[in-house]
């Protein structure tokens, strides 16, 4: 699969100002990594499953001349598969992993809200601003923790922060929080000290400093 063939395959079967042959799909994708007949052929099979891509209603006309039966259909308005949400969490988690290094410190703040949205909308884990590991940080970061059921209620009555918002209540009375507050030691000492009904869920960096303390 490619997803930069498949987008250009969908883009030229919405033009209807012309007719497209399978010549004229391939000959459209040059610009790819590979524009072979086989593995354009490939991207319009997995096009058209309903198991592994996006149920694409592609017809061939006379024979020669693919196109949408309908002519509404557009790939970018159907949900991701797996494979495509796969593909962004791992895209995600390299520019994270990148933005460690000294040379990605002046990332610009754009760039993470842009993750954040993606991962929002997608249901993913909020992608992290990298800070110092050894210094505490001041700046606002969303901070998730589960919270067991033993500890909940407490928990409720005194928040941590005012940005305290409660996510998602479990079956079993533990709950998901989220806080947009700094790394603070404080915050970090109560997690320490509460391990056994307090979890880190994101950010990762603070989920290691947390194991690294814990791990003493």
């Not at 490619?2 to 033009?15: A, E, F, P, S, V």
């Not at 991207?43 to 039966?69: C, F, H, N, Q, W």
């Not at 992993?97 to 991962?119: I, K, T």
């Not at 509460?194 to 990762?204: A, D, L």
Request: with cysteine; glycine share 2%.
């Amino acid at each position: 699969m490619n997803l930069q063939r498949i987008l250009i395959i969908d883009r030229c079967l919405r033009d209807t100002s012309r007719q497209w042959t399978l010549q004229d799909l391939i000959d459209a994708c040059e610009s790819t990594e590979s524009n072979s007949r086989r593995s354009v052929q490939a991207d319009i099979e997995l096009m058209r499953s309903k198991e592994r891509g996006y149920s694409a209603p592609i017809v061939v006309v006379d024979r020669k001349y693919y196109t949408y039966s309908d002519e509404h259909y557009s790939l970018l308005k159907q949900p991701l598969t797996k494979h495509d949400v796969d593909n962004v969490v791992a895209a995600i988690g390299v520019i994270n992993d990148y933005c460690a290094f000294s040379q990605m410190s002046g990332v610009p703040a754009p760039l993470f809200q842009l993750h954040e949205r993606v991962a929002v909308s997608l249901g993913l884990p909020l992608p992290e601003r990298p800070t110092e590991s050894n210094e505490q940080s001041t700046t606002p970061q969303l901070v998730r923790l589960w919270i067991d059921a033993g500890m909940a209620d407490e928990v409720k009555r005194n928040r941590l922060h005012e940005t305290q918002f409660v996510e998602q209540e479990e079956i079993d009375g533990s709950i998901n929080i989220r806080l947009n507050m700094p790394l603070t030691s404080e915050l970090e000492n109560f997690v320490v000290d509460n391990s056994r009904y307090v979890k880190v869920t994101s950010p990762v960096a603070f989920q290691n400093r947390v194991k690294k303390r814990l791990a003493r």
